[in-house]
């Protein structure tokens, strides 16, 4: 996850080293991404994707175009079809494959209310209700990200018929990118039972004036029912905490091999943490303790079935310099911040 201040954006690179950035920010926060592709020697996009039509989502691809690293050859998903800066958009559907080599993939769960398996919920006027939403998958891996998606008793709920769909098959979410920078008005309690994730992240600016990151979403998150481990945050925001909070003032690194992730800091001046390696969420849950011991058990029990089960890990996800973890390939994923 990249830190681009009160915004979101997060590049992945997929282990043919093939890039894809999500999200790219205010105008301002251009010049952060550029860093940080300089610093891992990126050049070139090769996909762009905007989650919804919000400018602390999408100005800063006006930077991306300008400076090159978007051309006509670089692939441009969003909410609908269009032109925008030289560059064609391409609408996207539920159930859309807009990457898939080496083992991992990107598929569209919703968009513009429509949700994979035909479920509807009209956004009306709502540009946050619009949201793509994509599952980020390698081997057992699975990172959630959906842009400003609503829910929470917020009209129109797109998150309770997400997360049946994403329950319905059996998607187990690694990592979840908190909806809308950890607004009340999403994240309900009923979509993170069904997606149970192990980690969050959530982007937001220090000293925003939305009360982002909620208390009210750090407790669904901290809530008996879900018990996510650890919630990342790009900056300190402006709103509620918890005991089991990282701020990165920084990136947010994720690397995997498809068996295992881990976790880790990016940027001059972050603070500096690393956690995992840990197991895939993909059959086995992990019971961890909220510390930063880093420490973690070798059995395993699953959350739904209360089966006990062994699991072998090894690995990390973030924007580590190499394509291979302990020999296997791997993806990354990086959060950038720009700071105030």
């Known amino acids: 996850m990249i830190d681009v201040g009160q915004g979101d954006s997060a590049l992945v690179i997929f282990p043919d080293k093939q890039t894809m950035l999500i999200d790219a920010g205010e105008d301002w926060a251009g010049q952060s991404i550029i860093n940080l592709l300089g610093r891992l020697g990126i050049s070139e996009l090769d996909i762009l994707v ?76 709502n540009k946050n209700a619009r949201s793509i939403v994509l599952d980020i998958k390698f081997g057992g891996f699975d990172y959630l990200t959906g842009g400003d998606l609503t829910g929470s008793g917020h009209r129109p709920d797109v998150e309770d018929p997400l997360g049946d769909a994403l329950a319905a098959r059996m998607v187990h979410i690694d990592v979840y990118k908190v909806h809308h920078h950890g607004s009340r008005h999403s994240s309900n309690l009923y979509f993170l039972q069904k997606i149970m994730p192990e980690f969050a992240m959530i982007s937001m600016g220090d000293g925003n004036p939305f009360g982002h990151p909620t208390q009210a979403v750090l407790n669904r998150l901290n809530d008996s029912s879900v018990h996510a481990l650890r919630i990342f945050q790009t900056e300190k925001g402006n709103g509620g905490t918890a005991s089991n909070v990282t701020v990165a003032q920084g990136q947010i690194m994720i690397s995997t091999d498809g068996v295992s992730y881990s976790i880790t800091n990016e940027g001059p001046g972050s603070t500096v943490f690393s956690y995992g390696p840990y197991p895939v969420d993909e059959c086995v849950w992990p019971m961890f303790h909220h510390d930063v011991s880093n420490s973690f058990e070798t059995s395993y029990t699953d959350r739904q079935t209360g089966a006990i089960a062994w699991s072998y890990a090894t690995g990390g996800l973030g924007n580590t310099s190499s394509t291979r973890v302990n020999g296997v390939s791997s993806l990354q994923l990086t959060s950038l911040a720009s700071r105030h």
């Open 50 to 125: 905007a989650s919804h039509g919000h400018p602390d989502h999408t100005r800063g691809f006006s930077a991306m175009i300008s400076r090159g690293y978007a051309t006509t050859s670089t692939t441009a998903y969003g909410c609908e079809d269009g032109l925008w800066n030289g560059i064609t958009w391409c609408g996207i559907n539920p159930g859309e494959v807009i990457y898939n080599s080496g083992g991992a993939t990107a598929t569209c769960y919703a968009v513009m209310g429509h949700i994979i398996g035909g479920a509807y919920v009209d956004p009306g006027r």
